[in-house]
Structures are given as C-alpha cells and as structure tokens.
C-alpha cells in the first residue's frame, strides 16, 4: 500500500514522460521475471522425455546395476545430535529438527529448491512454525482446526493458537489467532487442547497452559459469540486454571487434556497425560460443568517404562462397521482406543481394548502390543495427533502433526516449518480385530485431475521400469502388486528376520522383494524415494510381508534425514499386495493393504523437482516377477487462503464467493493476465 502522506506532482494533461534508457532496461528485466516465473511454473507440467518412457504395453525396463538402485554407499546417515532446546526444557516433546552434528557442513540450498518443498495440498500455515493439532471439531457447517503457532518464526518458541476453516477438510481458509498467550497461566504457552460439543450446542475448549512458572495447568475457553460459525473470538474463563498437577506430579508432566465424554451418571469424563517415574499413565477426571473436577481413584491406564505420555485420545470404534463414534458411545458393538504419543521417542502409539466405565479402567486386548510398545499409527513422521468425530458424515477423523526433517538453518530460510498431514479416517479393521485402517478422507478425491493407468505390467526381477504420468510432484498413485505364484511356492523357507529401518533399503534383495514404487526420482536415479513391499518365508511357510518407505537415496543433500521406515503388515489370504501413495512436494504418505499400516516421510530433493520428477515401477526381488496394475491422478492445488476480509461474509460465516477450486491452467491464465496488468501498468508509470 502506498504512503498516504507522500506528496506528488500530477502531470499536466496530456503530457506523457518519455521512457530514459535506464527505466527501459528496468521494463524489459521485469518482463524477463515475469516470463521465467511463468515457465518455472509451467515446467511443474512437464512430461517425461519419450525415450524415458513406457506405456502399457511397452516392456522397456532400466538394468539395475546400470541406475544404482542397490547402491548402498549414499546410505549412511549424517551424525545426529540433540540438543537440550527451548522446548524440552519448557516441559514439552522435543520440538527441534536440529538433528546434524556440528561437523555436518549446512547444503546450500537454492531459493529455487526451497520454494518447490512448499506442498499444494495439505494443510499448513501461510508463514512460520506449526506443531499439534488442536481441538478439531465440526461446528455449525464449517470444520475448525486449531494449531500449535509461532507468529514469530519458524522454529518452535512463543507458542498460541493458529486457526483455520474449511467446508471440506481440503480447502482451508486462514482466520486471525484464536488464543494468545496473555494470562499468567498461560504465559509461557497456550498449549495443546481439545473441543467438546455439549447436547445443546455448547462448544467446550480445554487447554493446557504453562504459567509465569512453567507449571503445567488446564484452562477452559469458550466462544466468545456462539452463533459465530467461524468462531473467530474466544474467552478464557476468568477462574482459570481449572485444573493443576496433582500431588506427587511433575510440574511440567500434566498436559493435553482430551476431549470430554458423557457417563451413564450424566457426567463428563476426561483423560490427561502423565507419569510416574518411567511408567507412563493417564489420569481420569469428573465434571459436571467443566469447571469443577473430581480426580477419580487410580489411572485409566498405564505402561511400565513408556515414559511420559501426551496429547492422549481416547475413542470408541465399532466392531461391526467401518462408520464412527461420538466420543461418549459405549456398549455392545464397541470397542475403545487409547493412544498416546510418546515424549520419549516421539512417535504415536495405539491399542485396542475394553472400556471399563464403572471401575474407571481400559484393559488392552492384546497386552504384547500395549500402547506404547505395540503399533503405531505411522512409522515415519507422525506426532501429536488428534481424532474428532465429525457428526456431519457420522466419521472419526484423525490429524497428526508432520514435522520436517531437514535442518533448522534450511527452515529459516524458507520461512516455515512443519505440515498438518492430510486428515484421515480411523475405523477398526474388522478383518483382523487387531488394527486400526486409516485412509485419506474421501474430499481428497476431489482434487484428482487427470489419470494414466497401467494394467498388469510384469516386472522381471532386478527391474526398474518409468511410467508416464506426467509431472510427478503432485499425484494420488493407487497400485496392486501380485507375486508369481510358481516362484512363490520354490522359494525356501527361512528364520531371517527384516526390519525396514535396519536393513540397506530398497537395496536389500531377497528372493520376494522388494518390489514397489519409486516416487520423486530423477532420470539417472541418483535421487529416488521407494515405497515398497517386501515378503519374507518363514520356517512353516508362512509369508511375512512388510511396508517402507527408503529415503536414504531422497537427497543429495546431506542435512537432511536419510532414515529408512517401516513395519509389518497383514496380508490376509486373498488380498492382493496393495498401497496408495499421496505425493504432495516434499510430504510422501503411504498406506498399505487398505490402511493397516502407514508410513509418512519428508524428502528433499535436489533434482528430482519440478519437471524433472519421474515416477518409476522397481522388482529388486532375486527370484520372483511381480505384476503390477496401477493408476495415477494429477492432484490439484488446494489454494489454501486468508479468509476474504469482509465483514458481511464473517458475520454470515459463508463461504467466500471467489472461487477456489479453479484448474491450473485457470490459475496460469489469471496469473499472466495479472503478469500482462503489471507491465501494462508499469508501462504508463514509467
């Protein structure tokens, strides 16, 4: 905006300046900008050479040996370190991405490279540092999601509450800070917190803060105009804290409280994270009004040496439907989830069991796979996350926070931090009992452009096939694999165990696997990210299958993390072996066999970007071919924006009328109509 009090001579009528040599080179250097960044954005379009290429019938295949798929040298991590940070010491999970040695030599990351990592279509503020998901909730028509924020850069520290809207979970409106860390008790941080829809409308949101000294408390807030659909202002109830550590608790280990479900005594019932020395636990209250409290007898739950536990959930899942909850469902046909992300090792942990409302107690099914030492909710870069039950398509739906893996000075530059990843539904797996299935909301689906699809595409051991499907920096890839039967029963048994993060990778042949995906690959495979299937024979015959993603051969940057994950998933007979992988930039999401296992990584590359990203089929197996089938989107943007700055359409809490769902080539086309508006412009300025 142009300073209103700076004065200026208005030309005489009719006079027009006439262009010196110096503001026509400075025209013809703006024109150039304009038109490179236009290409830059074009080439995110670019198709595969056609001598890289295959089709459906064509067998064109790479030699392994040839495109260093087993080359295991680049596969070392860099020195880790990891240091006692700002949030650590304020009593929270370590926060920090610093995870190189001091010897590790910062990449020099082009602008260029940086500006690619920014995803299209998941949810992340518009600058700055982003962690928990906080009080998600569908209210009034419009779903909310509230965040842990640093207005003030993009490293974890002055901690409040982003907020944003959306009417499909995809695309999502910015709105003004929800809370800010201005009371005494929450000083230190306005920390994570969950809402709480009462039968008559009424929307409960507890919190914790960290006060002026660095004591974990809850604090209850509330809209400060309930028939606002947006929700933009809150009031801190004046009493506040509600709750405070109990006797015997840490002052900095009573934190995250969930959110609140009904007892048959017409009660409200909470959960909130804790420990004991090394035995992680949850503490249970009573309330009538969410402001006085009963702690009740004993924990709901506990496990010996998990450490401490925070942001816990606590939900019903049906047994006899894939369709979800409300929070305060229970009786025949239930079972319950508690799940906890552990401060220790910063990962999220699930079980599935028995609520015991009348004693005050959950009993794992399955005490081996306790929370805390049993399955996770994704074995790669997963945290904090946070279910709702959206009563608007009667679904539970799970967010987890996505933090970054590169290094602190790279986030600096790029300006921001960390991504919410892309909202999934949560049932139980009534095939196995065991699990949970998480698949991406079906609105995701929405943004699907164009497709290819490849049907029954053999691939021969030690084969590298490219597969064309366009620009391969945003795609929704859906894959079913099928080993070669008579290989299959001639392989011979073994007690060998694998492991994803232990093993070389992809590298690592056996003679059924691994065999997959290779996503944001340069041509020469010097940079490449497998997502893949390995199956190994036991003693009895039996097949063991396992799903991970490699990212020791992402980058060639090396301060970035390079780690290997993964874990086991069940294949039950009949199934094919099947994944669906989002790639969106920088975030890759894998979910294996309908969503029994999840894998979310954050890569890096430095050349397989922009049009220069490939997407290749891989068979490292030894012995077995597989056939593959498979199908391919080009995903759309988001346009994830400020909500518009009106008035009126706050009030209302309509949706904006501009639209935001426009193709890309809607958005080019308005882009160099504007680029055509400036030079225009800028011609009669000058």
């Known amino acids: 905006m142009a300073?209103?009090?700076?004065?200026?001579?208005?030309?005489?009528?009719?006079?027009?300046p006439r262009l010196t040599r110096w503001r026509s080179i400075v025209l013809v250097l703006s024109g150039l900008l304009v038109v490179g960044f236009l290409v830059a954005l074009l080439s995110d379009n670019g198709s595969i050479a056609p001598g890289n290429v295959i089709d459906n019938d064509n067998?064109?295949?790479?030699?392994?040996?040839?495109?260093?798929?087993?080359?295991?040298?680049?596969?070392?991590?860099?020195?880790?370190?990891?240091?006692f940070t700002s949030a650590s010491s304020a009593g929270v999970s370590e926060k920090s991405n610093r995870r190189f040695g001091a010897r590790t030599a910062s990449y020099p990351w082009t602008n260029n490279m940086l500006s690619w990592q920014r995803t299209a279509f998941h949810f992340q503020p518009q600058k700055n540092w982003m962690n928990d998901p906080n009080g998600p909730v569908f209210y009034k028509g419009w779903y909310h999601l509230f965040y842990q924020y640093n207005p003030n850069g993009a490293i974890w520290g002055d901690i409040v509450w982003g907020h944003a809207v959306s009417k499909d979970l995809i695309h999502w409106y910015h709105l003004p800070l929800a809370m800010v860390a201005d009371q005494w008790y929450d000083i230190m941080g306005v920390w994570t917190g969950s809402a709480t829809i009462l039968p008559d409308g009424k929307l409960m949101m507890l919190y914790t803060g960290s006060t002026n000294e660095s004591v974990q408390v809850q604090n209850l807030a509330y809209p400060a105009d309930p028939s606002d659909p947006l929700l933009i202002k809150w009031v801190k109830y004046p009493g506040n804290p509600v709750l405070v550590p109990p006797p015997g608790i840490g002052a900095k280990d009573f934190r995250d409280p969930t959110t609140a479900w009904l007892t048959s005594e017409g009660k409200w019932r909470i959960a909130i994270g804790s420990r004991i020395n090394r035995t992680g636990i949850t503490f249970v209250y009573d309330t009538k009004d969410f402001i006085n409290y009963e702690l009740l007898r004993g924990v709901l739950h506990g496990v010996p040496n998990t450490g401490m536990w925070e942001c816990v959930d606590f939900y019903p899942v049906s047994t006899t439907g894939e369709h979800g909850l409300d929070t305060s469902h229970n009786g025949p046909g239930v079972k319950h989830v508690v799940k906890a992300s552990m401060d220790d090792d910063r990962h999220d942990y699930y079980a599935i069991g028995t609520y015991h409302e009348k004693n005050v107690t959950w009993v794992p099914d399955n005490p081996e796979i306790d929370v805390g030492i049993g399955i996770r909710y994704?074995?790669?870069?997963?945290?904090?996350?946070?279910?709702?039950?959206?009563?608007?398509?009667k679904r539970r739906v799970l967010w987890g926070w996505i933090g970054e893996s590169d290094s602190e000075i790279a986030d600096v530059k790029k300006g921001w931090a960390s991504l919410q990843g892309i909202p999934r539904t949560v049932a139980?797996?009534?095939?196995?009992?065991?699990?949970?299935?998480?698949?991406p909301v079906e609105e995701v689906d929405s943004l699907r452009l164009t497709s290819k699809e490849f049907e029954k595409i053999e691939l021969k051991p030690g084969s590298v096939m490219p597969l064309d499907v366009g620009s391969a920096t945003q795609l929704d890839i859906v894959a079913e694999f099928e080993l070669d039967k008579a290989a299959l029963e001639k392989t011979a048994e073994s007690n060998v165990e694998f492991s994803c993060s232990s093993s070389e990778g992809s590298a690592e042949r056996g003679a059924l696997g691994p065999f997959g995906l290779l996503v944001l690959a340069d041509d020469s495979l010097s940079e490449q990210t497998p997502v893949y299937f390995y199956v190994a024979k036991g003693k009895d015959g039996s097949l063991k299958t396992y799903f991970c993603t490699d990212q020791s051969r992402s980058s060639e940057a090396n301060d970035v993390n390079k780690s290997k994950y993964g874990s086991f998933v069940p294949v039950l007979e009949g199934e094919k072996f099947s994944m669906r992988v989002l790639v969106d930039h920088s975030i890759v999401e894998g979910f294996a066999q309908g969503g029994r296992t999840t894998i979310t990584s954050r890569v890096y590359p430095t050349k397989a970007i922009y049009g220069a990203a490939r997407v290749f089929l891989f068979n490292n197996a030894t012995s077995a071919s597989v056939t593959s089938s498979l199908k391919a989107w080009q995903m759309n943007s988001a346009f994830i924006r400020p909500y518009p700055d009106d008035d009126d359409e706050r009030h209302s809490g309509t949706e904006p009328t501009h639209e935001v769902r426009g193709s890309k080539t809607k958005y080019l086309g308005n882009l160099l109509t504007s680029s055509?508006?400036?030079l225009n412009a800028r011609n009669n300025f000058l």
């Open 378 to 393: 994704d074995y790669g870069l997963f945290y904090a996350s946070k279910t709702f039950y959206d009563q608007n398509k």
């Open 676 to 678: 055509l508006l400036f």
């Open 428 to 439: 139980l797996d009534t095939k196995t009992g065991s699990n949970l299935l998480q698949w």
């Open 59 to 83: 067998n064109n295949v790479k030699d392994n040996a040839k495109n260093g798929l087993n080359d295991v040298s680049s596969s070392k991590e860099p020195e880790r370190l990891r240091p």
């Open 3 to 16: 300073d209103s009090n700076v004065a200026y001579n208005p030309l005489p009528d009719g006079e027009r």
